[in-house]
Every structure is written in C-alpha cells, then in structure tokens.
C-alpha cells in the first residue's frame, strides 16, 4: 500500500506535509475504500435481506461475501461466527450483556488486565454491578508485561470470562495471549480477545489462538467508522441470548411469543452498515493482496526504529522498551531537573510541524495511574509510513524537546 494510494497524506498541515503518526486511534482510509462507498451509494443501494428486488438482492450479496472475508482474515470456522457491530465498543458492550445474562451470577468473576482500554473495563464492571459480580485485574509486572504469575492465582472456579487485549493500545506491547487462553482453558474459562490494535498489525488466526471470542474495528484496518466485528465460536453463540430486538434478528413474531433468527443475524437487530462492510470486503482484500506478514513485517520495522531513535534521546523515557511492539510506542519527555513536560504540550508543537500524534490517557486511565503519569505521548504506525516519517517526527521532537526546556 503506497502513500499515494491514500489521498489525505496529501493534505498540508499547518503549511507542513502531513506525517500521520496517530493509526492506533483510526488509520487512513485508502482511494479504493471512498470509491467503493460511492459506488456502493451510486449504483446498488438498498436495504438488505428484506427485499426481492434486484438492488436488494445485490446489496445482500455484497454484505454476505464481506462477512465471508472476515471470516478468512481471521480463519474463523464459518460466517456465521462473525457478527457485525459499530465497532470494538459495541462488540464488547453486546458480549458483556449476552454472556453476562446468560452465564455470570452473584459472585461470579471476570477478568481483565491492568492494561486495557476503557471499553474492554467498563462494560465488565457495569455488568459486574448489574449481577453483584466481580471484576478481578491482572497486575503488571516492572518492565510492564502482564503478570502471568499473578494471573494463574487469580484464576479460579468462581471465574466466567477473561478479556484481555491482544496489544496494548497505549504501550504497543503484544500480550502473551495464547498463554492466557491456555491456562483459561485449563479452568473451564471462556476468553473474549480485545483485537482492536492486534488484527491490523498481526495476522491473527481465532483457530489457532482458540480463543472464544475476538472483537475489532474496522476503522483501525483501513476500513470505514462504525463498523466493529464480534466474533464468537458457533457453540458459544448458539447458546448466548441476542442483547437487542427489532427487525433481523426475529424468525417470527406475535405478541405471545416471539422466535429468533439463526446465526449470525440473532445478534443483528436492525438495518446493519452494509455499505460498510462491503467496503470494508474490499480493503481486506487489498490487505491480503499486500499481505498480512508483510505488513507486520514493515510496521515492526519502523517501530523498532522508532524505538531505537527516541531512545538517543535524554529526557525521553519509552514506555515497555524492549518488549515486543506491534504498531505503537508510548513516551514522555522530562526536563533536566526530571520534571515532566505535559504530553499535550509535546503534542501540540508536534502538531505545528505537521506531526500527528496522539497524547493523554488514551483512554486506558488505569494504566496510566499505574504509570502514575497524566498521559503519553503516543506515535503508532501503519502500513504508508515509512523511515522518513520516523525520521521528520524525530527532528521535530528535537526541535519541541528544545523550546520546552
Ligand atoms: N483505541 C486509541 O487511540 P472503538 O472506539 O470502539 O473503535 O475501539 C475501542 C478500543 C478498544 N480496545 C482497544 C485496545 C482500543 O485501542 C480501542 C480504541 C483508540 O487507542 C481510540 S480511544
């Protein structure tokens, strides 16, 4: 994928040449994604699975091959074992309520990390107060790795679920998680994997990792906003009750008793973002073309440069270095006296020599308590950057460095 395929990086800002460097918080959409909607719009608009006409049909075809290149990205077993939502939130909000009406009672546990975004929390601890649950984290260790000691003692016959990033949002770093769907599994637990930042960086396989469940969005691939995909094995879906009603996810309604849809479309209430997903089909297929290893490949690269580059620098401290990275590194730059500067304030002189980049909590405020810093200054990569890029954003956070001594 060349820069060039993605118009926006053409754009100027602040008179400067754009060095896009915020791709954890949502990538650059390519030419053939804003072709595909207009086309979409212009040509075969219609609402899907409802009607016989033509455009209909069509429009349903299209939606229904892109569940299917889902499902190969991630190696699913089949399409029915991918639901499509409006994002990773709504992916983890929908499980949290379907498996914890079906499957968490009082005093029941759920287990995330010390690292997750607020998304994979919030819906746990929500649920966790609806069902007088509880939510237990697994602790970091000093170089910022999970604790996969601490883990295994937290791990016990009360425990439902474990979710837990597959790569960390704010440090890059990527989780040990087929270590913890094993000793999960060992137990009897089921795991959701939060693949937010991990299924645009790595190629992930949902067989091979056997987890149970796998949440990601679009928009962090390439891909259009508000779509999200909630993949789950086929038994678990069989059995979790649908969280929302309407049209779609019905087989019959009357006022007695109402009967549900097969898979996927229990989980689909509603008219789905077909435009999207059928976009989205066709950047899954520019990916695989590009090719999943390669990409990982190239972003691991100019991560490792990043890394090594900021890592020149006095004053910079890199969070998690040294662990293994997929896509984005988080730092913070001190003063000589050892003060912190502000993130936002490295931030926005970045921001003034065309850099972007993404700083605060990153919405993930207990790491950061952890870190016992207000924020990060976060630069994450895809797949148009280059060393160049690293290499502007390097020389203009000299030149910050600089002005905020
Ligand atoms: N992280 C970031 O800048 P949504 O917003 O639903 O597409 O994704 C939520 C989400 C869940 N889990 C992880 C690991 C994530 O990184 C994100 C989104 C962005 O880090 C926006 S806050």
């Known amino acids: 994928m060349k820069r060039e395929n993605f118009p926006i990086l053409n754009e100027l800002v602040h008179g400067q040449k754009l060095v896009y460097l915020d791709n954890a918080a949502t990538t650059q959409k390519p030419q053939l994604l804003i072709d595909a909607i207009a086309k979409a719009y212009s040509h075969w608009n219609a609402n899907v699975h409802?009607?016989?006409?033509?455009?209909?049909?069509?429009?349903?075809?299209k939606h229904e091959e892109a569940r299917q290149k889902v499902a190969k990205l991630i190696h699913a077993q089949s399409e029915e074992e991918i639901i499509f939502t409006k994002g990773t939130t709504d992916s983890i909000n929908m499980l949290a309520r379907s498996f914890g009406d079906a499957m968490v009672g009082e005093g029941d546990e759920i287990i995330v990390s010390q690292l997750e975004h607020h998304s994979n929390i919030v819906p746990w601890q929500m649920l966790c107060e609806r069902k007088k649950a509880v939510l237990k984290v697994?602790?970091?260790?000093?170089?910022?790795?999970?604790?996969?000691?601490?883990?295994?003692?937290?791990?016990n016959e009360k425990t439902r679920l474990v979710s837990v990033a597959h790569v960390s949002n704010v440090l890059g770093v990527v989780n040990p998680i087929e270590d913890i769907i094993r000793?999960?599994?060992?137990?009897?637990?089921?795991?959701?994997?939060?693949?937010a930042q991990s299924v645009p960086h790595l190629a992930v396989d949902v067989q091979k990792l056997d987890c149970d469940f796998l949440v990601f969005s679009a928009h962090k691939m390439y891909g259009p906003t508000g779509l999200g995909i909630l993949y789950g094995k086929k038994e678990?879906?069989?059995?979790?009750?649908?969280?929302?009603?309407?049209?779609?996810?019905?087989?019959?309604?009357s006022f007695e008793k109402t009967t549900y849809n097969v898979l996927p479309y229990k989980f689909e209430a509603g008219t789905p973002n077909y435009i999207g997903s059928y976009?989205?089909?066709?950047?899954?297929?520019?990916?695989?073309?590009?090719?999943?290893?390669?990409?990982?490949?190239?972003?691991?690269?100019?991560a490792k440069y990043l890394e090594a580059q900021l890592a020149l620098l006095p004053n910079?401290?890199?969070?998690?270095?040294?662990?293994?990275?997929?896509?984005?590194?988080?730092?913070?730059?001190?003063?000589?006296?050892e003060a912190l500067i502000h993130p936002f304030d490295v931030g926005v002189l970045l921001d003034r020599q065309g850099i972007a980049v993404r700083t605060g909590h990153?919405?993930?405020?207990?790491?950061?308590?952890y870190l016992q810093v207000p924020g990060t200054v976060r630069a994450s990569?895809?797949?148009?950057?280059?060393?160049?890029?690293?290499?502007?954003?390097?020389?203009?956070?000299?030149?910050a460095i600089m002005m905020l001594q």
């Open 50 to 61: 409802r009607g016989v006409h033509h455009l209909s049909q069509v429009a349903t075809q």
């Open 362 to 369: 990153h919405c993930a405020e207990p790491l950061l308590d």
């Open 316 to 337: 910079v401290r890199v969070y998690a270095a040294g662990l293994p990275k997929a896509g984005a590194v988080s730092f913070n730059v001190y003063r000589e006296d």
């Open 279 to 302: 976009a989205f089909g066709k950047v899954i297929d520019f990916v695989q073309e590009v090719g999943l290893e390669q990409i990982a490949e190239h972003e691991h690269k100019l």
């Open 236 to 253: 678990w879906l069989d059995k979790l009750p649908p969280t929302e009603g309407g049209g779609e996810m019905i087989e019959h309604v």
């Open 138 to 155: 697994i602790p970091l260790q000093e170089d910022l790795s999970l604790n996969i000691e601490a883990f295994k003692e937290i791990l």
């Open 381 to 399: 990569v895809a797949i148009y950057n280059t060393i160049e890029d690293i290499d502007a954003f390097v020389v203009a956070l000299k030149k």
């Open 183 to 195: 000793l999960a599994h060992e137990k009897g637990v089921a795991v959701c994997v939060d693949g």
